[in-house]
């Protein structure tokens, strides 16, 4: 598998297995959260629109490794997240736009986002998947 899966994790569910197994080979960046917001996967694709590997995001919290503002360059992602938020309530999180990059204007990069709600076993147990289209302004 291409992409990094925190090993201590349960998996408890074969078809979330099997969904972070496609995207591990995509070439469209991914990550995907836990519950309580942490990282779980990492492709290399994210690693190459990100900046970061695997190794250096696994475990950590969502929102500290993505720091995605919105397209007025506010704050989007922080310890209130919203789609984490979203989807305990059971809300659908819609697409979104988001600017992800290290703040400087060379660097940054505005991504449509698409999440995707794996259940696990109970209720509060499932998968956040986040998967990143990087959006061509230039044309």
């Given at each position: 598998m291409n992409g990094q899966l925190l090993?201590?994790?349960k998996w408890t569910d074969e078809s979330e297995r099997d969904v972070l197994d496609v995207l591990s080979r995509s070439d469209s960046p991914a990550l995907a959260t836990d519950a309580t917001g942490h990282v779980i996967f990492w492709n290399h694709a994210a690693e190459l629109l990100l900046g970061?590997?695997?190794r250096q995001v696994m475990g950590r919290r969502c929102y500290d490794v993505v720091s995605g503002r919105d397209v007025f360059g506010n704050r989007f992602c922080h310890e209130n997240c919203s789609v984490l938020s979203m989807s305990r309530k059971g809300e659908t999180v819609r697409p979104f736009e988001l600017v992800v990059?290290?703040?400087a204007p060379k660097s940054e990069q505005p991504v449509h986002v698409s999440?995707?709600?794996?259940?696990g076993e109970s209720a509060d147990s499932?998968?956040?998947v986040h998967v990143l289209q990087p959006i061509d302004r230039a044309t």
């Open positions: 090993e201590s994790r970061r590997g695997g990059g290290s703040g999440v995707l709600k794996v259940p499932y998968t956040l």
